[in-house]
């Protein structure tokens, strides 16, 4: 039994291990990397193994950088089970279809500027007036959009046909999505399943987001067992919603030949869990008083609910001024609703707090969703104060984009930061920018952030709440291995960018373990005990 590290390798994107036997090839999740748009448009679209030969997938969660290449496995071949927990299955019934849905977009907005710069070229060529250069530029974007702003994909597709120009193709599309979906086998934890001839898997809480899990494969071999555990991502310890990591595994499950595990703030400390809350009521109050906004970029599948489970809260107690609170993401409504249909996996907090008192956690009367895109523009426009939770995470995409646009340059407004932002991000520039300005005391012309084509004034506060995260930090992290019960032979780390790894795995062993951090492609042999 071996193990070859592909994706989420000294980078945090883009998990892709395989889990080979003398039988079976066994890949642990598929994920899309995420980041610059033409580095990852390459290695998105390569798959490093044959998916006519994977005989199943455990998937740890469903986040797009462990799921989101799911749909080009099965379009290339593969017809096996993918194998995750119930909640994780109900999720990525959005979650594919609306990663589908991006990777259409953005293959039409790239074929749009192919077509529209190959238009102005040839119209160049015939006009040497800068005024005529400029109103055929105007009349070329009319002739490419239909309805004043939608791309016209029929008169695109014929100027990239006619010129012979290459044409950038969607990584999957909705059909793959849906494909990809009848494949999915959702379980509860702590239930064994078999996943390949004398391989099996057992699901425990890994209290990152709700369904997610670790791990434990197991495979029997003459008169041998080989055990590899996969944390996925681990979570944190006393946070709302979600159940702690599991520590408490049974004896067959304790002896770990290799533990897989992630390393997204190796060598970090995160906020105290505790404080985020009252973090959270002062950066509103705060923006309240200087009648401004609080613009939330927010990972729909999460950290949206974990807000408003927080905001619902501070509301009912009432610490907080009565303003509107908004999700503008038809994708964190749309899991927001899968939350609510999964209590069977809340903590005994959520239970007390709101399922005894006959509430929802997730909705309270200050609360919207925004549905419609007239709505939504619309509050864009809004400088009344209020909180906004918008997708995406990282400020990548979406229509957080567009309320940055319409509030950064705002001083009385908050760019609130409570989550991960990855190099090479919107949202990393901003974070780093803002942070930089603050800590300088706002003095001088603010900084200038480059988005959709324009440059805008970062004028808007930018705080980050590390309280938030959905990873565990470096101590967390040590916590779970010295408080489980595992017995742990040898740790492959993982889901780290290069220096976190490598500092975590340093921490690691000078804790008594034996640490390696595995790059891209190392195959590293899985040592068994007699059974």
Same mark, same amino acid.
């Given at each position: 039994?071996?193990?070859?590290?592909?994706?989420?390798?000294?980078?945090?994107?883009?998990?892709?291990?395989?889990?080979?036997?003398?039988?079976?090839?066994?890949?642990?999740?598929?994920?899309?990397?995420?980041?610059?748009?033409?580095?990852?448009?390459?290695?998105?679209?390569?798959?490093?193994?044959?998916?006519?030969?994977?005989?199943?997938?455990?998937?740890?969660?469903?986040?797009?950088?462990?799921?989101?290449?799911?749909?080009?496995?099965?379009?290339?071949?593969?017809?096996?089970?993918?194998?995750?927990?119930?909640?994780?299955?109900?999720?990525?019934?959005?979650?594919?279809?609306?990663?589908?849905?991006?990777?259409?977009?953005?293959?039409?907005?790239?074929?749009?500027?192919?077509?529209?710069?190959?238009?102005?070229?040839?119209?160049?060529?015939?006009?040497?007036?800068?005024?005529?250069?400029?109103?055929?530029?105007?009349?070329?974007?009319?002739?490419?959009?239909?309805?004043?702003?939608?791309?016209?994909?029929?008169?695109?597709?014929?100027?990239?046909?006619?010129?012979?120009?290459?044409?950038?193709?969607?990584?999957?599309?909705?059909?793959?999505?849906?494909?990809?979906?009848?494949?999915?086998?959702?379980? #509860?934890?702590?239930?064994?399943?078999?996943?390949?001839? /004398?391989? =099996?898997?057992? &699901?425990? +809480?890994?209290?990152?987001?709700?369904?997610?899990?670790?791990?434990?494969?197991?495979?029997?071999?003459?008169?041998?067992?080989?055990?590899?555990?996969?944390?996925?991502?681990?979570?944190?310890?006393?946070?709302?919603?979600?159940?702690?990591?599991?520590?408490?595994?049974?004896?067959?499950?304790?002896?770990?030949?290799?533990?897989?595990?992630?390393?997204?703030?190796?060598?970090?400390?995160?906020?105290?869990?505790?404080?985020?809350?009252?973090?959270?009521?002062?950066?509103?109050?705060?923006?309240?008083?200087?009648?401004?906004?609080?613009?939330?970029?927010?990972?729909?599948?999460?950290?949206?609910?974990?807000?408003?489970?927080?905001?619902?809260?501070?509301?009912?107690?009432?610490?907080?001024?009565?303003? #509107?609170?908004?999700?503008?993401?038809?994708?964190?409504? /749309?899991? =927001?609703?899968? &939350?609510? +249909?999964?209590?069977?996996?809340?903590?005994?907090?959520?239970?007390?707090?709101?399922?005894?008192?006959?509430?929802?956690?997730?909705?309270?009367?200050?609360?919207?969703?925004?549905?419609?895109?007239?709505?939504?523009?619309?509050?864009?426009?809004?400088?009344?104060?209020?909180?906004?939770?918008?997708?995406?995470?990282?400020?990548?995409?979406?229509?957080?984009?567009?309320?940055?646009?319409?509030?950064?340059?705002?001083?009385?407004?908050?760019?609130?930061?409570?989550?991960?932002?990855?190099?090479?991000?919107?949202?990393?520039?901003?974070?780093?920018?803002?942070?930089?300005?603050?800590?300088?005391?706002?003095?001088?012309?603010?900084?200038?952030?480059?988005?959709?084509?324009?440059?805008?004034?970062?004028?808007?506060?930018?705080?980050?709440?590390?309280?938030?995260?959905?990873?565990?930090?470096?101590?967390?992290?040590?916590?779970?291995?010295?408080?489980?019960?595992?017995?742990?032979?040898?740790?492959?780390?993982?889901?780290?960018?290069?220096?976190?790894?490598?500092?975590?795995?340093?921490?690691?062993?000078?804790?008594?373990?034996?640490?390696?951090?595995?790059?891209?492609?190392?195959?590293?042999?899985?040592?068994?005990?007699?059974?």
């Amino acid at each position: 039994m071996h193990i070859t590290f592909y994706g989420a390798v000294r980078e945090v994107t883009g998990s892709f291990h395989v889990v080979a036997t003398d039988e079976d090839n066994l890949v642990l999740d598929c994920g899309l990397f995420q980041g610059r748009r033409k580095q990852t448009a390459e290695k998105n679209r390569i798959l490093p193994i044959d998916p006519a030969i994977v005989t199943n997938v455990i998937l740890s969660h469903a986040h797009i950088d462990h799921s989101g290449r799911l749909p080009l496995l099965t379009r290339n071949g593969f017809s096996g089970r993918i194998i995750c927990t119930r909640v994780t299955r109900d999720a990525c019934n959005y979650l594919l279809p609306d990663a589908a849905h991006i990777q259409q977009s953005d293959a039409n907005y790239l074929n749009y500027k192919t077509a529209r710069a190959a238009l102005h070229k040839m119209e160049n060529t015939h006009n040497h007036s800068k005024r005529g250069k400029k109103r055929k530029s105007r009349k070329t974007k009319i002739a490419l959009k239909t309805e004043g702003h939608k791309l016209d994909l029929e008169a695109i597709d014929k100027v990239i046909s006619s010129l012979r120009l290459e044409k950038v193709e969607p990584l999957y599309t909705a059909a793959d999505a849906a494909d990809a979906l009848e494949l999915f086998d959702g379980l #509860p934890y702590r239930t064994t399943v078999t996943v390949g001839e /004398n391989l =099996t898997c057992t &699901f425990y +809480e890994a209290g990152h987001i709700l369904g997610s899990a670790i791990s434990i494969i197991q495979y029997q071999q003459n008169g041998q067992t080989y055990t590899i555990g996969y944390t996925g991502d681990l979570g944190r310890f006393t946070k709302p919603i979600l159940r702690d990591p599991a520590l408490d595994f049974p004896p067959e499950h304790r002896k770990i030949d290799l533990l897989i595990m992630e390393s997204t703030y190796g060598n970090r400390s995160h906020e105290p869990v505790g404080d985020m809350r009252a973090k959270l009521k002062q950066v509103v109050a705060d923006t309240y008083q200087r009648g401004g906004c609080v613009v939330i970029p927010a990972f729909a599948y999460g950290r949206t609910q974990e807000l408003l489970y927080v905001l619902h809260d501070l509301f009912d107690n009432g610490e907080l001024p009565r303003i #509107p609170v908004y999700v503008d993401s038809p994708l964190a409504t /749309n899991i =927001t609703r899968v &939350f609510g +249909e999964h209590p069977e996996v809340y903590d005994q907090e959520t239970h007390q707090t709101f399922l005894e008192k006959g509430k929802n956690p997730f909705r309270f009367d200050r609360l919207h969703f925004v549905e419609s895109v007239e709505e939504s523009m619309a509050l864009m426009r809004d400088t009344r104060p209020h909180i906004v939770l918008s997708a995406s995470g990282m400020c990548e995409a979406g229509r957080i984009l567009h309320h940055l646009r319409y509030k950064i340059h705002d001083e009385r407004n908050t760019i609130l930061i409570v989550g991960y932002m990855a190099n090479h991000t919107l949202g990393r520039r901003i974070l780093e920018l803002g942070t930089k300005w603050e800590e300088e005391g706002r003095k001088g012309k603010p900084p200038l952030v480059r988005f959709l084509n324009k440059e805008y004034p970062l004028n808007a506060h930018v705080i980050q709440i590390g309280g938030f995260s959905a990873h565990g930090d470096k101590d967390e992290m040590l916590r779970f291995l010295k408080e489980s019960n595992l017995e742990i032979s040898k740790l492959a780390v993982v889901h780290g960018e290069e220096e976190q790894s490598l500092a975590f795995a340093r921490l690691l062993n000078q804790n008594g373990y034996q640490a390696m951090v595995p790059r891209y492609g190392q195959t590293i042999p899985v040592t068994g005990r007699k059974a």
